[in-house]
């Protein structure tokens, strides 16, 4: 299953996007002001373009797993999303990945390698499940 990763911020949305296989993550790049109208325009037209099947946001849980004011941001531009895109969207915790992005570098945006690292997660925990 071909699926698109979101680690979401009001500024800048990084943005992933696994093989069809569902096995490997690759950073795609950002969106910016992912939460308003042309920004959740061009998450749409990503997820149509990448065949995606699934959506993943990441939820930004405290360390103690609470939810705080950025993880209620981002479930309300989740309810957003789900409005103008075609595949379910699902909330995944994204502890640590921002800290991992900022540990491996890269060619790609640190936004979208925190976008790649949540997927990979992801990926690994529903193979994990099967």
Do not use: N
């Not at 096995?23 to 990503?46: F, H, Q, Y």
């Not at 921002?98 to 491996?104: G, K, M, P, R």
């Amino acid at each position: 299953m071909k699926v698109l990763a979101l680690d979401y911020g009001s500024a800048r949305t990084g943005v992933a996007v696994s093989d069809p296989t569902g096995t490997l993550a690759r950073p795609l790049g950002i969106v910016e002001k992912a939460g308003s109208e042309p920004g959740l325009a061009e998450l749409a037209r990503l997820a149509r373009e990448e065949e995606a099947e699934r959506v993943v946001v990441g939820l930004p849980l405290t360390m103690r797993g609470v939810r705080g004011e950025q993880a209620a941001e981002t479930e309300r531009f989740v309810e957003a999303l789900r409005r103008v895109v075609d595949v379910p969207v699902e909330l995944f915790d994204e502890r640590f990945t921002t800290d991992l992005a900022q540990q491996t570098g890269g060619a790609a945006p640190e936004d979208a390698l925190a976008a790649a690292h949540l997927l990979s997660t992801y990926l690994e925990w529903c193979a994990a499940r099967s």
